[in-house]
């Protein structure tokens, strides 16, 4: 059991020392390193702290490179065991773990307890949200011709809906397989909508909404660690920076205009949303915090 904690502690110190590498980066070179290639260092960050590569290397290391030559000392009725500090058992069947203790067993009830119910509030948020935005808004047919041109325009591929919502203030957009973009009265104006479609389609081609689920579910995973919620805190930031900066280049010095003014218009006449439109799944065209 200690080599089992051990291997994720290893693995959530692996994530937290890549996030502090990324934050001396980007202080050192924080004028030079565009929001894109700040955006790649924190998805390499967030592999740290989603896979275990501390076990992984550890298993080719002392296990799998030796597996052939003890196949050619066995026959085929033969078993060998190779033990790793008595925690992780290779044998000629598979890998399994060894029995725990009880005090073991009930620290990984509580965990596991933990986690799902985490995982069920963010499921009944989730529910909840789709809900809300079922109740509140309509499907969008104006705009069609315009988000399939855009959809042509940025290579994305997937099934877009397009619906319109009084509810909130700023556009959004939630989904995965079959993303959706909520576009609200906040934004009256063609081509302002044509800048908020842009900026929801790059995040629909970036795959953004599952880079953020992802984030979060490093969080439940390692809430004993202070330097993942800072860490999911600049993901978010960034992750909007990174979609806010592949759109300009999409621009010229007029659109880019519009575009920062459009941001500033909408945060400046934003006020707050229901519980459920805060939720986590939706990827907001303007940030909440003010400094943000």
């Known amino acids: 059991m200690k080599t089992v904690i051990g291997f994720f502690l290893v693995t959530s110190f692996s994530g937290t020392l890549g996030f502090l590498f990324y934050m001396l980066t980007t202080h050192i070179m924080f004028r030079s390193l565009s929001a894109i290639s700040r955006y790649r260092m924190l998805k390499v960050c967030l592999c740290f702290f989603l896979v275990p590569f501390t076990l992984i290397c550890h298993v080719i290391r002392t296990n799998l490179l030796n597996l052939y030559d003890v196949g050619k000392m066995l026959d085929d009725e033969s078993t060998v065991q190779i033990t790793l500090n008595d925690a992780i058992v290779k044998t000629t069947s598979g890998i399994y773990l ?63 809906s397009l619906y319109r919502s009084g509810r909130t203030v700023s556009p959004f957009t939630y989904g995965l397989r079959k993303p959706a973009i909520i576009l609200t009265d906040a934004i009256p104006d063609d081509e302002q909508v044509r800048l908020a479609l842009m900026h929801e389609l790059v995040h629909i081609r970036s795959n953004d909404f599952l880079f953020r689920f992802l984030a979060y579910t490093s969080m439940i995973l390692h809430f004993f660690n202070p330097a993942i919620y800072f860490f999911v805190k600049e993901f978010t930031e960034i992750q909007e920076f990174a979609c806010d900066e592949f759109v300009l280049s999409y621009l010229n010095t007029d659109e880019r205009h519009q575009y920062g003014t459009l941001l500033i218009q909408i945060s400046s006449r934003f006020l707050p949303a229901p519980k459920q439109i805060r939720a986590f799944p939706s990827l907001s065209f303007q940030g909440i915090e003010k400094r943000f």
Do not use: I, N, P
Not at 137 to 159: D, F, I, N, W
């Open 98 to 160: 060894k029995d725990f203790s009880r005090t073991s067993q009930l620290l990984c009830l509580a965990y596991l307890v933990f986690a799902a119910s985490v995982l069920t509030v963010l499921c009944s948020q989730l529910l909840a949200f789709c809900r809300q935005v079922r109740q509140s808004s309509v499907s969008e047919v104006h705009y069609g011709e315009l988000l399939s041109t855009l959809k042509a325009e940025l290579h994305v591929r997937k099934q877009v």
